[in-house]
């Protein structure tokens, strides 16, 4: 295909939540934005709203953002790459399947942790995404133009970025966000079940069990390709409750005191050491770090902060010259320091690293 990429111009298939909200997001960042969605009535609306600026695809785009139900996403990836010049990602919750179907270098596979209680386009937020986690899952040799560009355009949104291998991210995804939303649903549905019963039940339901079942008043359908494209991560990670359950339920049973208050104190101080996002600057230290000359380098920094639990809290690329080289600039918790920097000199990097305070 002839033709220059056009900067700062983006395509987005599919308008639903996401969809919609990433193009939002990019026409406030002055962005042109291009867009369709199957129904041609929500592109029209779209263009109508301002979401997007025109309808369809723009062949010159500097990026694609497939937002389609994950079992299609490989025909639209594939359709993107064929059809536009720039980058190519998508937004699934799944991602093994389709990264083993779409290899081409320019695409990078994507999973933005975000969403809403509203549907469709009439929920799509330009702020979705701020301090949001925003998973790329690049293969073992994208290139480093190519990652480096996507995470600099998803930080533009307001995400912070995380690279995992892309089954690991199924792995951790199914147990983080697939078995809660399949969970909420069930204890919905036994609450749904008792209400019939006694029909005060459900107005006193509030507090912690809408909080823990908000999670199932999302949309029952793209569950179905969830499931069926991640059911291996997702039946280990049922079975991985079950057992807990099944444990906790014996505790209860025999009167076993102690061992209820261990697990309830083991929960709290996991739920109470969740990582959180960084505000204080004197908290940071800056990594600056030469990209070697081999490729998927840049990736393989942001992996290696998702293997060892290091938060990145910022990122930019200071210099990019020839042979894909270039010095990547990195924010991490101070904390940290240390347990970066031995693993990044373990896989060959060597940063220079100042604090901050």
């Known amino acids: 295909m002839n033709g220059v ?33 199957l129904d041609p009535a929500v592109t029209t609306a779209a ?13 010159t785009a500097a990026v694609t953002f497939v937002a389609v139900p994950v079992q299609s996403v490989p025909q639209q990836v594939r359709r993107a790459l064929t059809e536009t010049l720039g980058i190519v990602t998508d937004v699934g919750s799944v991602k093994g399947s389709i990264c083993a179907q779409c290899t081409d270098p320019r695409f990078i596979g994507g999973h933005p942790m975000a969403g809403s209680e509203l549907d469709g386009l009439d929920g799509a937020d330009a ?6 986690i925003w998973v790329l899952t690049p293969a073992p040799g994208s290139p480093d ?17 995380v690279a995992l291998d892309p089954q690991r991210h199924d792995e951790v995804v199914a147990v983080i966000s697939h078995v809660p939303h399949l969970t909420a649903a069930t204890l919905m549905g036994l609450a749904a079940d008792r209400g019939e019963e006694h029909a005060a039940l459900l107005r006193l339901a509030a507090g912690g069990f809408r909080d823990m079942t908000r999670i199932a008043s999302g949309r029952a ?24 359950l099944g444990e906790i339920r014996e505790i209860v049973k025999s009167g076993d005191r102690a061992g209820l208050l261990s697990r309830l104190n083991r929960a709290r101080e996991a739920r109470t050491n969740l990582p959180g996002r960084v505000t204080d600057p004197t908290t940071l230290a800056e990594f600056r770090i030469p990209i070697p000359d081999r490729p998927g380098a840049a990736a393989e920094v942001f992996t290696l902060a998702a293997e060892l639990g ?16 270039g010095v990547v600039v990195v924010l991490v918790d101070a904390d940290a320091t240390e347990l970066f920097r031995g693993g990044l000199m373990a896989r060959g990097f060597r940063p220079s690293v100042v604090a901050l305070a």
Not at 127 to 132: E, K, N, Q, S
Not at 145 to 161: K, M, P, R, W
């Open 310 to 325: 290091v938060n990145i809290a910022n990122f930019e690329v200071v210099h990019m010259a020839e042979a894909n080289r």
């Open 145 to 161: 133009l190519v990652f480096t560009a996507l995470t600099q355009i998803i930080s533009e949104l307001g995400a912070d970025v």
């Open 5 to 37: 990429i056009t900067p700062r111009s983006a395509n987005v298939v599919g308008l639903g939540l996401i969809g919609g909200s990433i193009a939002l997001a990019l026409r406030e960042k002055g962005w042109q934005v291009s867009g369709e969605d």
């Open 221 to 244: 359908e793209i569950w179905l390709d969830i499931c069926e494209e991640n059911r291996s991560a997702i039946l280990h990670g049922l079975g991985g409750l079950i057992d807990g």
């Open 47 to 59: 263009v109508e709203r301002g979401v997007i600026s025109t309808g369809g695809l723009s062949a």
């Open 127 to 132: 702020t979705l995404f701020h301090g949001a």
